[in-house]
């Protein structure tokens, strides 16, 4: 599955056109590498996500083409997540 449409219905990020902007932006990483909206992913690999001055490391559980709101959260694990400070990158 596409990386962007992964974030979209996972809703890590609401919606599939802001998920590419991060996604090209530089604001993902698949596996410790920089990737670009188009992307493939599968379960078991790591995206880390940084948004603003927060920031997320999630591991993919499944890639279902579309699910429930309710249940969009059982397709990935959050591993940590924090928000930078001043001066941080």
Do not use: H
């Amino acid at each position: 599955m596409r990386l962007d449409k992964f974030l979209k219905v996972s809703r890590l990020i609401k919606r599939r056109t802001l998920a590419k902007e991060v996604c090209d932006g530089g604001g993902v990483e698949v596996n410790r590498r920089p990737a670009k909206a188009g992307t493939e992913v599968k379960p078991g690999d790591i995206l880390t996500l940084k948004l603003g001055n927060r920031w997320q490391t999630v591991e993919i559980l499944a890639t279902p083409e579309s699910i429930a709101a309710d249940r969009a959260k059982e397709t990935y694990r959050v591993l940590a997540e924090g928000k930078t400070g001043p001066g941080e990158p």
